[in-house]
Structures are given as structure tokens and as C-alpha cells.
């Protein structure tokens, strides 16, 4: 019975959000959007021979107005951390940390609620180690960042609407200093994929 | 067999393509759009691969899989390349859109999936992030103004030898626009022309002369050199309310015989807005601006992509045939490059990186036609490739342009860059390099809200 009590809660979800989409498919003027979920990391730097991959989780936080019915503009504040990163397996675990604060381009080419993300701003990096006198060594740097992405809104309400997102954010943080070792040049890639609400 | 299969693909795509291309209507085709650009990529790279016989361009699946598993790195190419040649190439992504019926705001992504695609798997190198953003940001600013020059160049309204010459001087430009016109059958169907065909809009002004660059902080140790200038701009800001993207844009261009092209600035206005009523004798305009910068020349190297916010101003003076302007303004730069001593990495002297600014500028103006100017700009680099630095410049210039005749006129200008370079792991450096220019200029025509100069 429970099952399909969520079924049925389910399809009459869906028929309200199809009517309220129908009705207002896309977000005006004043929004604001806020989710989560996993992420990878992919770094690379000069001279570096391979690259490190690891996962953990992300958050972000958006909000802007409305250029046209199709185009919105806003900012975006993203987070990723992961707290075993580590560059080789000989390495003690890192907490590693990476943000970007852009300006975003939200684009709905269709009616539906597909949207293409797009936007560039501030990036950094941080790396934080436990060394063995028990206190922890930090390094980061500071540069620029780009995102890349496509995601859908599904309206739940006339003001609700929940928001799936799959993006990249690439970013050039420089040079990190990690103990005596300097690593050049380094390009965070971090991907997402995430869940979010959006107040519209 | 390997060759003929590929030739064999290359025909099929081409004539896929062209078969796409020859459907006619206004309405934006978004997928032809995307498939130009796509096309794009593979003629160029067999072009590249074939005829130039670039063993970079031999693409294959090996080469794709390993640039999908590295990702992105950043490159040790030459100046010209990263910060001129790429933002040229990007401009053909993004006239794929324009060409085919889609706005400046629904061609930009053209111009990041042609380069996200040709760093990924039109080259065996790893893709590269300068190149990029170069591309893209570069492309989108180039390909608009190419774009808007070259529509206006094309005249879809006369015929005969007038009509053709005007197509193929403005492939030369726009060669996708143009191309996407020659299978379409519009290089002879005559109809009415595009909004942004307004030749009207335009004003240049040629400057002839020597310059005279300091190497090292003093007038006296100079090498001079002819030199041609081009102030070009489009749109009148004070004439006309904001209506679109580009709707003025202005372009400064120099060329030397020993430097080709060695400086380019390019800005084009995002949005706009009145910050008081049209007809007030003294105007104040916001405005959000897209720029792109370039300078490459033997004293120094600067070039910087990024958005402005400005408040444009004008007041009239004394019975108003006279003005005077003025520009405040903060910019972002999304992806600047700068040399310097200890700059670079590897073989790469320079610096790649975010930074911003503020710029200041004054002009006296008689009828709409500049002919004193000043101007002030200070950017602050931080590098995120290269040296660990952080740079700061600072540019001035004093322009005096004397007229002579109607369109004729005499004029000097001087100007100074000095940058200073903080290094983490050496001693700050400071240089200051003066230029000093004579010139001869022309004006193409005398109207309001006419010529800037930055």
C-alpha cells in the first residue's frame, strides 16, 4: 500500500510539475538555487608526467535575475572537497579543497527545462596536510576558473523548482608550494554532478 | 587505403555539409550551426595534417583517448599564436552561428564547443588551457566585429562585378560567413540587406607616420619605424539607445612593416543603459563592455581578454559644436599574457593569467571627431602559468591631432608602459618603456559620437 501511495504521490508530483512547467517553464527575474553531490577531481601540472584522480563531494550556491526568458545571469559559488586526496599512494592523505566563484550564463534553448551553463570567475585551490609534529601545512593558490554545463529544471510549485546538473569547472590555480617540493603550474578539473533546489 | 578512406569521409562530410548549408531560410539553425563548426575542425585539421603535412594534426583515436585522459595543460607556444592567431581561428567557430541566423549571445557557445573539440581532438598535444580561453573569449570578440564589417562590406542588394568583389573581400574576413553565403546561393540572389549592414555607422581614421619606441626607459636610446594606424569604430553610443550586443564597437589597429600586426584593441559594448535623459546637454552612459587587447612589439608584450563596466560621459561646450568625453572604467581580465625578464616557462617567455583594472580616459572633441585625448589604464596579473608573479602595468598616452584640411590632419602622439613584475622566489623588476609617434591622419567623415581613442 505504502508502494503505491509513492507511486501514486509520485505521478501527481509529475502532473504538477508538467502543468506548472507548462505554465512557466523557465525562472524570472530574481532567483536563487542550492545543492550538492559527488564530484571528481583530476589535476594536472607543468611537467607533470601523469595526473592524480580522486572523488568527493561538491556544493554550490547560485542566484541572479533575468536577462530574457531565456538567458539568465548570475553568480556561483562551488565547492569541492575531499578529505584522502592523495597525489601518489605513498603520500599521507591531503584534505584537498577547491572553489570558484564565477559569473554564470544560464541558457534554456528549448521551452522544456534544459538549460547550458556557462561562466568564468575567480578559482583556488587548497591542500592540507597533518605533518607529524601534529600541526598542518597549507598550500594554495589562486587563479581563474571556467565552467562548463547542462542541466534541467523540474518544477515541484509555482516558485519551487528542482534542478539536476551535470557540469565541468576548469581551473588554473599556479604554482603550489607542498613541503620543500614545488609543483608548476597546476590545473584543477573538477566534475559534478548534483541535485538542487531552485527558488524562482 | 587509409588515405582514400579518409578522403572518401572528408568528400562525404563536405557534401553532407554543403547539402546542409544550401537549405535557405532566416529562421536560426542552431544544429547546422554546430555542424559547420564541426567541419570546420576537420578541414582545418586535414588541411593541417594533408597539405601542410603537420605531424601534430595526425589525429587518431590513440591521440583522443590520451588527450580524454590527461585533460588540460597549459602550452609553450609562441606570443602571435596563443594571443592573436587563436582568437582569429576562434572567430570562424563563431560566425558559424552568426552565419547561420543565431544571435552574438547564442553563437558563444559555438565558439567553446569548436575549441573544447579542436583541443581535444583536432591536435595530438594535450589540449591547452590558454588556448581555450583564447579561442573563445578571442573568438567571440573578433568573430562580431568581423562579422558586423564584413555584412556591411556585402551589399546583397546591387549586382554584376561591384557585388562579387564586395562577397570575396568580405570572405576574406568572414570565410565562414562567406562560405555559408557561396553554397547557399547568396553571393548573386538579391534581397533586402541585414540590420547590422549600415555603412553610415562607420568611421576611420587613418594615422601614416614614424614611431619611436624606448628601449629601456629613455627617448634618447629609440628605434624608429613607419608605422600605420586604424581607429575604426561602429555605432554612435550617445546617438542611439542600446539595442543589442556590438551595436558599437571600436577597434584601434597597428601595423609596422618590421611587426606586422603589433597592436590590436578591440572593444565591443555588451549592454548598455542612459544613466540620464537623451536630450540632456550633458550625457552619462553605463555601459558593460567586452575588450580584447593586444600588443606584441620588440620593447614589450601585453594582451589581455576580458569585460568592462564603464561610465561613458560627454558635455557639450559652448554652443555645442565642441565636447568633451570622458571614460571611467574597471575591467576583468579573464586571461591575460605579459613578458618579462624573468617571465615563462620553458621555451615560453611570458606569463599567463586572470587579473583587472581601472582605466580613465579624456577627450576634446568638435563635432563628433576626437582630436585631443588622454588616457590612463593600471592592471594588476597574477600568473597562474609561468613565473610564480604577479604584475602590474601601467599605461599612458597624450594624443594631439591638428587638423589641416577637412578630412587631413597632423598629430603626435606620446605614451609610456611600465611594469613592474613581484616574483615570489626573486627581486621585483621594473621597467618603463616610452613611445613617441608623428603622424599624418585621415578621416573618413565628420559626424557625431565619431571617433574614440584609446
Known amino acids: 500500500v505504502k508502494t503505491l501511495r509513492a507511486v501514486w504521490l ?5 502532473c504538477a ?6 505554465q512557466n517553464p523557465h525562472r524570472n527575474r530574481f532567483w536563487l538555487e ?27 550556491f547560485r542566484l541572479g535575475g533575468s536577462l530574457s526568458e531565456k538567458v539568465l545571469l548570475g553568480v556561483e559559488t562551488f565547492g569541492f572537497t575531499d578529505e584522502t586526496f592523495q597525489f601518489t599512494d605513498q603520500d599521507p592523505a591531503f584534505v584537498a579543497e577547491n572553489e570558484t566563484l564565477v559569473a554564470v550564463v544560464l541558457w534554456y534553448p528549448w521551452r522544456g527545462g ?10 583556488g585551490g587548497r591542500f592540507t596536510v597533518a605533518t607529524d609534529s601534529g600541526a598542518t601545512a597549507v598550500a594554495q593558490g589562486v587563479g581563474v576558473g571556467l565552467t562548463l554545463g547542462v542541466g534541467f529544471d523540474y518544477p515541484i510549485s509555482r516558485r519551487l523548482a528542482l534542478t539536476a546538473n551535470a557540469a565541468t569547472f576548469i581551473t588554473g590555480i599556479g604554482d603550489l608550494r607542498i613541503g620543500p617540493a614545488l609543483v608548476d603550474d597546476v590545473i584543477p578539473e573538477l566534475y559534478q554532478l548534483s541535485i538542487g533546489l531552485a527558488l524562482r | 587505403v587509409k588515405q582514400r578512406v579518409k578522403l572518401t569521409t572528408l568528400t562525404l562530410v563536405l557534401g553532407l555539409a554543403a547539402r546542409v548549408a544550401g537549405q535557405t531560410d532566416e529562421r536560426p539553425r542552431p544544429l547546422r550551426a554546430v555542424g559547420t563548426v564541426l567541419v570546420t575542425n576537420v578541414v582545418i585539421n586535414q588541411f593541417d595534417a594533408w597539405v601542410l603535412g603537420q605531424p601534430w594534426a595526425r589525429t587518431d583515436v590513440g591521440s583522443w583517448s590520451r588527450n580524454l585522459r590527461l585533460g588540460w595543460e597549459w602550452d609553450e607556444d609562441e606570443f602571435i599564436t596563443n594571443m592573436f592567431a587563436h582568437p582569429f581561428h576562434g572567430a570562424a567557430y563563431f560566425n558559424a552561428g552568426r552565419a547561420n541566423g543565431l544571435s552574438y549571445w547564442e553563437s558563444a557557445p559555438l565558439a567553446f564547443l569548436g575549441s573544447w573539440t579542436w583541443e581535444y581532438f583536432g591536435e595530438r598535444f594535450r589540449p591547452s588551457l590558454n588556448d581555450f580561453f583564447n579561442t573563445s573569449f578571442g573568438g567571440m570578440a573578433m568573430g562580431e566585429m568581423f562579422h558586423r564589417v564584413a555584412t556591411t562590406i556585402r551589399d546583397s542588394e546591387t549586382g554584376g562585378f561591384d557585388r562579387t568583389a564586395r562577397e570575396i573581400t568580405a570572405t576574406l574576413l568572414d570565410p565562414i560567413g562567406g562560405l555559408n553565403r557561396l553554397v547557399r546561393g547568396e553571393w548573386r540572389r538579391r534581397r533586402p540587406n541585414p540590420v547590422e549592414h549600415d555603412s553610415s555607422a562607420y568611421v576611420f581614421r587613418f594615422h601614416a607616420g614614424s614611431r619611436f619606441a624606448g628601449e629601456a626607459g629613455a627617448l634618447e636610446r629609440t628605434a624608429a619605424s613607419p608605422t600605420v594606424l586604424m581607429d575604426m569604430t561602429s555605432g554612435a553610443p550617445f546617438d542611439r539607445p542600446f539595442e543589442t550586443a556590438y551595436d558599437f564597437f571600436s577597434l584601434r589597429m597597428q601595423v609596422s612593416p618590421s611587426g606586422g600586426i603589433n597592436m590590436v584593441h578591440g572593444l565591443g559594448r555588451l549592454y548598455g543603459r542612459d544613466l540620464r535623459r537623451p536630450g540632456a546637454r550633458t550625457r552619462h552612459l553605463f555601459a558593460v563592455n567586452q575588450r580584447y587587447d593586444y600588443v606584441n612589439n620588440a620593447a614589450y608584450k601585453f594582451s589581455a581578454q576580458g569585460i568592462e563596466t ?16 570622458s ?32 582605466m580613465l580616459d579624456l577627450g576634446l572633441t568638435h563635432r563628433g571627431v576626437t582630436y585631443l585625448s588622454w588616457y590612463s589604464r593600471a592592471e594588476y596579473l597574477h600568473s597562474v602559468s609561468g613565473a610564480s608573479a604577479d604584475h602590474y602595468v601601467g599605461f599612458a598616452g597624450l594624443e594631439l591631432t591638428v587638423p589641416v584640411a577637412r578630412r587631413w590632419g597632423i598629430g603626435a602622439y606620446v605614451s609610456s608602459y611600465d611594469r613592474t613584475s613581484q616574483y615570489s622566489d626573486q627581486p621585483d623588476e621594473r621597467r618603463v618603456f616610452p613611445e613617441f609617434r608623428l603622424f599624418v591622419t585621415w578621416t573618413s567623415t565628420y559626424r557625431p559620437g565619431a571617433v574614440l581613442s584609446r
Open chain 2, 327 to 358: 571614460g571611467v572604467a574597471a575591467d576583468v581580465i579573464v586571461m591575460g599574457a605579459i613578458d618579462a625578464p624573468s617571465a615563462g616557462t620553458a621555451t615560453r617567455p611570458y606569463d599567463f593569467g586572470p587579473g583587472f583594472g581601472l
Open chain 1, 10 to 14: 509520485g505521478v501527481a508530483l509529475a
Open chain 1, 17 to 22: 510539475g508538467r502543468a506548472v512547467a507548462a
Open chain 2, 310 to 325: 564603464a561610465i561613458w560621459s560627454r558635455w557639450r561646450l559652448g554652443s555645442g559644436a565642441f565636447s568633451l568625453r
Open chain 1, 114 to 123: 534544459v538549460f547550458l551553463k556557462g561562466g568564468v570567475g575567480l578559482a
Open chain 1, 34 to 60: 542550492l545543492g550538492g553531490g559527488p564530484g571528481a577531481i583530476r589535476i594536472g601540472c607543468g611537467g607533470c608526467p601523469g595526473v592524480t584522480t580522486s572523488s568527493g563531494s561538491t556544493g554550490y
